[in-house]
């Protein structure tokens, strides 16, 4: 079993920047996707940005150039350095493990509002 806790979400202005962190309660090289997902209110779960084994990286096109994501094996996390923020990118994001026996896991979601 795998706990993942995200953290970082909150209110940003338009054009602001945000850092989002997952911390999983495993570690050791056993997962085969790390990642990133959001969910809009009255839109379905989308793909924000990935790492597969290998280090292959995949981002949505919405994010591409604006949003990196990193892992820091030291601490266990996945996180995702999130710029130039827009009123779109407001939702709940949630980070997702697949173990390399191919279990999924998610953490419950932080919630991030860019507003005026």
């Known amino acids: 079993q795998v706990q993942l806790v995200e953290s970082g979400g909150g209110l940003v202005q338009p054009g602001g920047s945000l850092t989002l962190s997952c911390a999983a309660s495993?570690?050791?090289?056993?997962?085969?996707?790390r990642g990133w997902y959001r969910q809009a209110p009255a839109k379905q779960r989308e793909l924000v940005a990935t790492?597969?084994?290998?280090?292959?990286?995949n981002y949505a096109d919405s994010v591409k150039g604006r949003f990196t994501i990193s892992r820091d094996n030291a601490k266990n996390t996945v996180n995702l350095q999130m710029n130039s923020l827009k009123p779109e990118d407001t939702a709940v994001y949630y980070c997702?493990?697949?173990?390399?026996?191919?279990?999924?896991?998610w953490g419950k979601g932080t919630l991030v509002t860019v507003s005026t």
């Open positions: 997702r493990v697949q173990t390399l026996s191919g279990m999924d896991y």
């Open positions: 495993v570690s050791g090289n056993i997962f085969r996707l």
């Open positions: 790492f597969l084994s290998g280090g292959i990286t």
